[in-house]
């Protein structure tokens, strides 16, 4: 029991984890969080159950054809949701831009899919039981997730660029880096992260387009715990936060399950609004 | 331009006045659709009329949150959820002994306020993101808790919603019971919208450190309008069970707390017809269009980004004819200091402002550096210096943004309390800021009775219920501003939107907003910057004059001119430390101050 | 040193910028020969870096800009440093995450990538110290060592003129002078300089011309050698009459 308790608290932190690296790698090109991390992630889910199930492609072809769809939905967020309000004054409109997109996706998603959740395909033809597929494929995802970001950040010109506005965008941009294009590429990155990690995680979460609000909640809570555009620090509490959801859910019941996450979110936030990791106040007058 | 004549009563100018008649009349003629609604239509429109009442009755307690104070709500369904599930379990006596349907009700609109606050408790410290993922997280558990406390709700298999006694138990009856409840609700906003409270609210959603300034306190504005709109959501969800006649946890997807949130955002900010029309709209639309019902929610959320990329304002700002003017480009800026002694009163005498060997340095570096500095009444004081010198750092000090590491601020001799930035406004410290702040969407008057709000006497009640109290404080405080506008030469402008000006008018805006509090100190952040030689000049005569009616004004300023020809003593700031100090002829033939101030 | 008055590389005439709503430069004239020094100086807050800002393409503005004979009207910050006109921001921003070969790998982001290479490793000749510290992060760097580093990422564009705001501030004098050598010698290499400084002394010594701006006007154009500068210079800051003293 406890094991089961401990691998399915690590498949969906890692879920988690994913998608609040979907938030951070958005987040680190514009300053913006947006709330489509969770539907890319539910996207990733549906695509995949549509393509291999439905449309009867082999994985070889789904998977690649799901990620894309995810890098489309990542370019469509930065062009539609953040590039035409990044130019305002008003900071808050990226959140109502960005949470229309994503209600926009959940709605279209339910119409077109259903709002049943259907199941994903078992991606390799393995039995079932102990280690299995289900639990370690988003482990796979997301150590393949980190160590590609690594790569992507220490050996790339254009993940030191990533890098190099991440940290000061004004300073990128006087450099003469085309900032607006390697916004788009950091939101086609994050778009496919996202549906990797629906894609990953299809088993356990189901085919389901109302996963979209709950990744969003509680991919964002790594990202809150861990420190805004701290990749290691969303691993680590996102993989945290799995296992306390599935132990909890096993000692005590779902519905406190719920309520602890909640409230530990909100104890930690109120204590500690910039994260566990990092404090940094703005400079408002 | 021609001047005004002297004798002129700007106080009589009722702007706002006339405003709200022309705001108040859409929303007589709603009042008379909706009593006389039976009249026109059959059963089923009753419902869709009693749905789009109970929504409102939320809606209109909402909007304060999201459209007065721009807090991101989304997850408001979450408060319908609770009074919905606490009226009917209440009354279907699941947990404790039956209680009547009306008792019932006023107990789910307790339990509303309460949870109300607790969602919205986090907002005093999370901004724009972080709450609006509160708010979510929130309405994603409370549901997920209707359906597992199956003992309490009944699971998935639900509950009755309670019934109302007769005369509110037949359809038409418990129509107009929510209509009551829907136009008190109008009323009541409305006459907070109307208010010191509501522009406190727009205050602390666009200019929040002038908030702070004109001695508005965030958490206790923002506790008041959580427990009222935490209330109301509670009967509405009481209401809506009613109208539902039974309710499971299906009943309140997220779908609806994106009508309610999206209502007020097409209806525009700050408004009050706006998002009552968005509601109605919302409510009404996917009922002539049924093929579209499945499709309503995205196509709100359609709405929504459009509204967002094209027309932040909403149908509010659509429909503001009034505000498309052209306003003449000639107009220039004439104050008026003979109107300040009027304007000030006689202030008492408060005491030097001093501070003594303040020091505070960020992370290793000194910003200010054992700072002695004594402001005296009825003197204009300047402060200059290099960047980075501490000038700003140290006006920063005294209002209370930074805590000193060292030394004391202090008004005639009691020390200021470090970080209480409201305070400073009850002290009579009022200041303007670098870049102005001010709420754009609201008209240069009310921008300016901003400034004045602690000088109401009446509660928040009273304003909601717009007792005799609430409306003296109301035509007081318009007033007294039309005065201070008069006085800096704005008083045409008083009803136009204040986004509308050019940058100077809006550096004498916040002046006149800082003289509401009739200070004993002003402080000013580089006023002259952004102004013409000409405005720097009526300026300059503008501050003697207010030094001429007993306030201390202190000026961070780089334009020398203005310095030199105002001052009345001048320190200079080199590296956190007081490099030279004393009458403006004395700083001009001091050596090193010219040196460090040309950098030689 | 001799002005091509009838073709100067930069030609800045009539500009007006400011953030928003507030206006910070009112028609402002300015040029910049080949080769030639010119230091910017004024009172803070006259403009000086909002100048700059203006004719990099970081900031919109009005009027007419004209560099190498091309009208710059509308350009961004990448594209006026492609065409030579390289903009060092004040307050040595280097990307302190980074290593020091790396921030100078992006500033040639657009070269092809042996070009790159080389002129990186062109500009590590110029300035040993650095190249010392090549595989660091920028975070080690002192001060000093950082201000060079953004100027060397200038350089690695290889630029017409360099514009470089500020670059003492907050540097000890001995890396004062050391920063400001490297405007010397690009002079010597035939690179125009646009110097920001508030140190008049260091920057009259440098500088062909000065400009100075005041209240977002330019309020005195001389050559450095003039005599009695200073005192000018203090009564053009100051907009007072000239005093007996």
């Not at chain 1, 629906?198 to 509680?218: D, H, I, Q, S, V």
């Amino acid at each position: 029991m406890v094991q089961s308790i401990v691998l399915s608290g690590l498949a969906v932190g890692c879920i988690y984890a994913l998608i609040g690296i979907t938030y951070n790698v958005m987040f680190s090109a514009s300053r913006v969080f947006s709330f489509t991390a969770g539907a890319l992630g539910m996207l990733g889910g549906v695509l995949g159950a549509l393509f291999i199930d439905r449309l009867g492609m082999p994985v070889a072809l789904g998977f690649p054809l799901a990620l894309l769809g995810g890098v489309a939905l990542g370019i469509i967020t930065e062009l539609i949701a953040v590039r035409p309000v990044l130019k305002s004054l008003d900071q808050h409109l990226y959140v109502l831009s960005t949470l229309a997109l994503a209600l926009m996706l959940q709605q279209f998603t339910a119409i077109e899919w259903g709002t049943d959740a259907r199941p994903f395909p078992r991606l390799f033809d393995l039995p079932r039981g102990g280690f299995d597929q289900q639990f370690w494929l988003p482990m796979l995802a997301c150590a393949a997730v980190i160590v590609g970001l690594e790569l992507l950040y220490r050996h790339t010109l254009i993940g030191r660029a990533f890098q190099a506005i991440a940290e000061d965008t004004y300073a990128a941009r006087a450099l003469g880096l085309p900032e607006r294009s390697l916004r788009m590429a950091s939101y086609a990155l994050a778009g496919a992260i996202g549906a990797l990690a629906g894609f990953a995680g299809g088993e356990m979460l189901l085919a389901f387009f109302g996963n979209a609000p709950l990744l969003t909640f509680y991919g964002f809570v790594p990202v809150a715990l861990g420190g805004m555009g701290s990749n290691r620090g969303a691993v680590v509490a996102g993989l945290l936060l799995g296992l306390f959801q599935q132990a909890a859910n096993f000692l005590v019941g779902g519905i406190f399950a719920s309520v602890a996450v909640f409230t530990v979110f909100i104890i930690v936030l109120l204590a500690r609004p910039e994260g566990l990791a990092g404090a940094a106040l703005q400079r408002r007058v | 331009m021609q001047m005004p004549a002297a004798g002129l009563h700007p106080g009589r100018v009722n702007v706002l006045g006339s405003m709200s008649t022309i705001g108040a009349l859409p929303l007589l003629a709603l009042f008379a659709f909706g009593v006389a609604l039976p009249l026109f239509g059959g059963g089923y429109w009753g419902v869709i009329a009693t749905r789009a009442c109970v929504y409102w009755v939320l809606v209109s307690g909402l909007n304060l949150v999201v459209g007065f104070a721009g807090q991101i709500a989304i997850g408001w369904v979450a408060l319908l959820t609770l009074g919905a599930y606490t009226a009917s379990v209440l009354v279907a006596g699941n947990a404790a002994p039956q209680l009547p349907a009306y008792l019932a009700l006023a107990i789910a609109g307790v339990v509303g306020a309460v949870f109300g606050l607790i969602v919205g408790l986090p907002a005093l410290r999370l901004r724009t993101f972080y709450f609006a993922i509160t708010t979510l997280g929130f309405a994603t558990i409370v549901t997920q808790v209707a359906l597992a406390w199956q003992s309490v709700t009944g699971g998935g298999v639900g509950v009755a919603g309670p019934v109302f006694p007769p005369p509110f138990s037949s359809e038409w009856g418990f129509y107009y019971f929510c209509f009551g409840f829907a136009a008190i609700c109008t009323w009541m906003t409305g006459n907070v919208a109307a208010s010191r409270f509501g522009r406190a609210l727009t205050a602390i959603r666009d200019a929040e450190v002038a908030a702070e300034a004109s001695g508005i306190s965030k958490p206790a504005l923002l506790v008041t309008v959580f427990l009222f709109s935490g209330a109301v959501a509670g009967i509405a969800g009481g209401l809506f069970a009613t109208l539902q006649s039974y309710i499971t946890p299906d009943a309140f997807t997220l779908d609806l707390s994106v009508l309610f949130f999206i209502a007020i955002l097409i209806g525009g900010r700050s408004s009050i017809l706006g998002p009552l029309l968005g509601t109605i709209l919302l409510t009404v639309l996917p009922e002539f269009a049924a093929p579209l019902v499945a499709w309503s929610t995205f196509l709100y959320a359609a709405l929504l980004l459009v509204i967002v990329l094209a027309i932040p304002g909403g149908i509010a700002e659509l429909l503001d004819f009034k505000n498309r003017r052209p306003l003449a480009s000639d107009r220039a800026i004439v104050p008026r200091p003979e109107l300040l002694p009027r304007l000030l009163g006689t202030p008492a005498d408060a005491g030097a402002l001093t501070l003594e060997q303040v020091a505070l340095s960020f992370g290793g570096v000194h910003a200010i550096d054992g700072l002695d500095l004594e402001i005296r009444p009825s003197q204009v004081h300047g402060l200059i210096g290099p960047n980075g010198s501490g000038k700003t750092t140290t006006l920063n000090v005294i209002s209370g943004y930074y805590a000193q590491h060292r030394g004391a601020v202090r008004l005639n001799g009691m020390a200021l309390p470090v970080f209480a930035r409201e305070r400073r406004a009850h002290l009579r410290i009022a200041r303007t800021f670098q870049t102005p702040r001010v709420v754009g969407s609201a008209s240069v008057l009310q921008n300016v009775m901003i400034g004045g709000t602690i000088d109401g006497k009446g509660t928040f009640v009273e304003s909601l219920l717009s007792l005799p109290r609430h409306r003296r404080d109301e035509a007081k405080l318009r007033d007294t501003a039309m005065l201070a506008l008069t006085a800096v030469g704005l008083e045409r402008l008083a009803a136009v939107r204040a986004d509308r000006l050019q940058h100077s008018e809006l550096r004498f805006i916040e002046i006149a907003r800082a003289l509401m509090l009739r200070p004993a100190y002003l402080l000013l952040d580089e006023p002259a910057a952004g102004l013409s030689g000409e405005e720097i000049k009526r300026l300059g005569t503008f501050l003697l004059a207010i030094a001429a009616a007993g306030t201390g004004v202190l000026v961070v300023e780089h334009h020398p001119d203005l310095i030199f020809d105002i001052c009345h003593h001048v320190t200079v700031l080199n590296l956190g430390k007081k490099l030279a100090a004393g009458t403006p002829a004395e700083i001009r033939s001091h050596r090193e101050v010219v040196n460090a101030y040309l950098g030689g | 040193m001799p002005i091509s008055a009838a073709e100067p590389l930069l030609e800045v005439a009539g500009l007006s910028t400011g953030y928003g709503k507030i206006g910070v430069l009112r028609g402002v004239d300015l040029t910049v020969g080949a080769a030639e020094v010119v230091a910017l100086l004024g009172p803070n807050g006259a403009g000086k870096t909002t100048l700059l800002r203006a004719v990099s393409g970081l900031l919109p503005w009005s009027g007419r800009v004209r560099f190498a004979g091309r009208d710059l009207a509308g350009l961004g910050p990448r594209e006026t440093a492609q065409a030579g006109l390289v903009h060092v921001i004040e307050g040595h921003r280097v990307f302190t995450q980074l290593a020091v070969h790396d921030n100078l790998l992006l500033a040639g982001y657009d070269l092809p990538r042996g070009e790159r290479a080389a002129r990186v490793e062109e500009v590590f000749v110029l300035f040993p110290e650095i190249a010392a510290k090549r595989h660091e992060r920028a975070a080690a760097l002192s001060g000093g060592q950082q201000q060079i580093l953004a100027v060397a990422q200038g350089l690695v564009r290889r630029p017409r003129l360099l514009m470089l705001d500020e670059p003492s501030a907050g540097l000890s004098p001995v890396l004062v002078d050391r920063v400001l050598i490297v405007a010397q010698r690009l002079r010597e290499a035939g690179t125009a300089v646009l110097l920001v400084e508030q140190l008049i002394e260091k920057a009259l010594a440098l500088a062909d011309r000065i400009y100075a701006l005041a209240r977002g006007s330019i309020v005195l154009e001389a050559k450095a050698g003039e005599p009695d500068l200073p005192a000018r210079l203090e009564q053009a800051y100051m907009a007072t009459a000239p005093r007996a003293s």
